[in-house]
């Protein structure tokens, strides 16, 4: 069965930092993209950053570009999302989530998703 | 960046009604659209991808069409649980954005 879960998240001031973590099982990690996706109290779902299975290219939204760094450890099946100089904005359930990209028509969706950890920036 | 527009953004209907929620995009996306159901206090969880296929283990009920701009997410007749929000998902290009949500209620 595969499994996402994710840990690191919690209070933290305006301006600090934060690493979460994801930890993956019942597949095969380094073959598939791996994303992260927050979600504000109350609000829709906002992408934040994926990466590739090598690990060798992100991308990132422009609300964190610059402050966020997206990483994974394919030896240990675990994806990192690095935060640093945290807003109040950032305020969220942050999850992660496999990119899965169809053999034939290319197409990319996202499955499953992990059932996220909350980060909360308030001083 | 690719905007996706939900309509409507709240939704009240009937158990055994037959609803459509649409997504439109801001420039085409081919088949690059997926769509979600999200219950409260629980993980998005795929329904559709490629715009019209449905994820193995989602009910038959369930249905897209489209391509280019405009997409549909159909229930064919509500059962109690599809009560939730759903969200479509352009993948065609980065940043990978989301509809602002449609919320269907009783």
């Known amino acids: 069965e595969v499994q996402l879960l994710e840990s690191g998240g919690g209070l933290v001031q305006p301006g600090g930092s934060l690493r979460l973590s994801c930890a993956a099982s019942?597949?095969?990690?380094?073959?598939?993209?791996m994303s992260w996706v927050r979600q504000a109290p109350g609000k829709g779902l906002e992408w934040v950053s994926s990466?590739?299975?090598?690990?060798?290219?992100?991308y990132y939204a422009d609300s964190v570009k610059g402050r966020f760094t997206i990483s994974r450890d394919n030896s240990r099946n675990v994806l990192y999302l690095q935060m640093n100089s945290l807003r109040a904005e950032d305020t969220a359930v942050y999850s992660c989530?496999?990119?899965?990209?169809?053999?034939?028509?290319?197409?990319?969706?996202?499955?499953?998703w992990g059932q996220g950890t909350l980060v909360t920036v308030s001083s | 960046d690719i905007q996706l527009t939900q309509s409507p953004s709240f939704l009240s209907a009937s158990v055994g009604d037959r609803v459509t929620i649409t997504c439109r995009a801001s420039?085409?996306?081919?088949?690059?659209l997926a769509w979600y159901q999200q219950k409260p206090g629980e993980a998005p969880k795929l329904l559709i991808y490629?715009?019209?296929t449905l994820q193995r283990g989602a009910p038959s009920r369930f249905s897209g069409s489209g391509s280019g701009t405009e997409f549909t997410l159909t229930i064919s007749s509500l059962q109690p649980e599809d009560f939730a929000t759903y969200y479509c998902?352009?993948?065609?290009?980065?940043?990978?954005?989301f509809g602002q949500g449609t919320k269907l209620e009783i």
């Open positions: 019942g597949f095969t990690f380094s073959s598939y993209a």
């Open positions: 490629a715009a019209s």
């Open positions: 420039q085409g996306i081919s088949s690059y």
């Open positions: 989530a496999r990119t899965v990209r169809g053999a034939i028509s290319g197409v990319n969706w996202f499955d499953p």
């Open positions: 998902q352009q993948l065609n290009s980065y940043p990978y954005t």
């Open positions: 990466i590739s299975g090598s690990g060798g290219n992100s």
